[in-house]
Nanobody, 123 residues
Framework: QVQLVESGGGLVQAGGSLRLSCAAS????????MAWYRQAPGKQRELVAD???????TYTESVKGRFTISRDNAKNTVYLQMNSLKPEDTSVYYC?????????????????WGQGTQVTVSS
């Protein structure tokens, strides 16, 4: 089984920074895409940023220029550096991994979610 452990959330003033980390552990052969989503109260979960194994990155428009996603393939870990935070960034942030292969002998892939970490930005 694969587990995702997130860390780095918290309370910060507007204009501040936080860095989220998410480490995937378990019987993992490879991970295709690592991503961060967020969900504010009363709103749908939205993609914040994702990064492929080869380094292709996408960001939602509202975080471009402020957030940076990166990954360490050797550690199966994804990071989200969040700068110039705004009150509207307040959400629960979820890590997700997609296209996970559990062995070299099987092409079957899986997806997993983290438990979420709260990010609160005060004005």
């Amino acid at each position: 089984q694969v587990q995702l452990v997130e860390s780095g959330g918290g309370l910060v003033q507007a204009g501040g920074s936080l860095r989220l980390s998410c480490a995937a552990s378990g019987s993992i052969f490879s991970i295709s895409v690592m991503a961060w989503y967020r969900q504010a109260p009363g709103k749908q979960r939205e993609l914040v940023a994702d990064i492929s194994r080869g380094g292709r990155i996408t960001y939602t428009e509202s975080v471009k220029g402020r957030f940076t996603i990166s990954r360490d393939n050797a550690k199966n870990t994804v990071y989200l550096q969040m700068n110039s935070l705004k009150p509207e960034d307040t959400s629960v942030y979820y890590c997700a991994v997609q296209g996970v292969r559990l062995s070299s002998t099987s092409a079957r892939t899986y997806s997993y979610w983290g438990q979420g970490t709260q990010v609160t930005v005060s004005s």
